[in-house]
């Protein structure tokens, strides 16, 4: 997703309908590629319900789960997203990512 990245617009749209036709419109990837898109353009609620769908397929995939609770924050559902991070230590104990997540989480929460 090199298109992402280079924040081409259409080779991304590309690139998923090159997904949708190899995976089907509701696979794993496409859902968290549409999620990651949704995220990056400040659109929380659909990241949050490509998110979910994409954890629902794959519950162990912890780029998904991490950039959910950045759009539960970002909705500004801080419950939310402090009851997934808190899920995601107990999986998770040992990932840099998730004990920085934890951290933004208490700042904000101040718990």
Not at 25 to 39: D, P, Q, T, Y
Not at 66 to 75: D, E, P
Not at 78 to 88: G, M, P, Q
């Amino acid at each position: 997703m090199n298109a992402f990245r280079n924040n081409d617009e259409k080779g991304f749209q590309n690139g998923i309908a090159r997904l949708k036709k190899l995976l089907g419109k509701n696979s794993f990837l496409v859902k968290k590629w549409l999620g990651v898109r949704a995220l990056k353009q400040g659109k929380y609620r659909q990241a949050e319900q490509y998110f979910r769908t994409a954890i629902l397929k794959n519950p162990s995939d912890l780029a998904c789960r991490i950039n959910l609770v950045y759009a539960l924050l970002g909705s500004g559902d801080i419950t939310t997203a402090s009851k997934e991070t808190e899920k995601l230590l107990r999986e998770f104990p040992y990932s840099k990512k998730v004990q920085h997540l934890a951290q933004k989480i208490e700042q904000l929460t101040g718990e």
